[in-house]
Nanobody, 116 residues
Framework: QVQLVESGGGLVQPGGSLRLSCAASGNMAYSKSMGWYRQAPGNQREWVASVITGGDAHYSDLVRGRFTISRDNAKNVIYLQMSRLKPEDTAVYYC??????????WGQGTQVTVSS
């Protein structure tokens, strides 16, 4: 089992910045990737960004150039630095973990609201 706890959501004005954190604990063996998804009201959950264990980061076209994902392996924490936020970035953001044997886990989600 892997537990994921997100933090850092909130209300921010358009053009502002916010940083999300996700702390992972539990059995991290065979880790494959960690990342972020988001879900706006009435929409399906969509992928935002991922960082491959020991590898590169990948981004959705919707956020590339504005968001940066990073991982602190010593602390088992990933971050999502979000800049130049837009109202359409408003959503619940979920942390995601999957491993090489097919298991995946989700955090409880953190609300990000971009509004003036």
């Amino acid at each position: 089992q892997v537990q994921l706890v997100e933090s850092g959501g909130g209300l921010v004005q358009p053009g502002g910045s916010l940083r999300l954190s996700c702390a992972a604990s539990g059995n991290m063996a065979y880790s494959k990737s960690m990342g972020w998804y988001r879900q706006a009201p009435g929409n399906q959950r969509e992928w935002v960004a991922s960082v491959i264990t020991g590898g590169d980061a990948h981004y959705s076209d919707l956020v590339r150039g504005r968001f940066t994902i990073s991982r602190d392996n010593a602390k088992n924490v990933i971050y999502l630095q979000m800049s130049r936020l837009k109202p359409e970035d408003t959503a619940v953001y979920y942390c995601h973990y999957n491993n090489q044997v097919g298991y995946e886990y989700w955090g409880q989600g953190t609300q990000v609201t971009v509004s003036s």
